[in-house]
Nanobody, 115 residues
Framework: QVQLVESGGGLVQAGGSLRLSCAASGSIFSTNPMAWFRQAPGKQRELVAD???????NYADSVKGRFTISRDNAKNTVYLQMNSLKPEDTAVYYCWSRSHDMDYWGKGTLVTVSS
């Protein structure tokens, strides 16, 4: 069983920055892939960025150059540094992981970007 707890969301003006954190427990964190998804009102959940156990990283085109995903295996935590935020980045951001062929999700943290 994997538990994921997100933090760091909030209200920020366009052009600002936020850093999201996701603390994981219940499995060998360093061997699990991790990712951030987001879901805006009325839209489907979409992948924002993912990072493998070997630190291979992928980003959605919409956030390339603005967002950075990273992981600290010593702290069992994955981060999402979000810079140059836009109103269209407003969404609930979810942490995801996979362990023993099962998907795990956090409860999400709300990011609101005002224009």
């Amino acid at each position: 069983q994997v538990q994921l707890v997100e933090s760091g969301g909030g209200l920020v003006q366009a052009g600002g920055s936020l850093r999201l954190s996701c603390a994981a427990s219940g499995s060998i964190f360093s061997t699990n892939p991790m990712a951030w998804f987001r879901q805006a009102p009325g839209k489907q959940r979409e992948l924002v960025a993912d990072i493998t156990a070997g630190n291979n990283i992928n980003y959605a085109d919409s956030v390339k150059g603005r967002f950075t995903i990273s992981r600290d295996n010593a702290k069992n935590t994955v981060y999402l540094q979000m810079n140059s935020l836009k109103p269209e980045d407003t969404a609930v951001y979810y942490c995801w992981s996979r362990s023993h062929d099962m998907d795990y999700w956090g409860k999400g943290t709300l990011v609101t970007v005002s224009s």
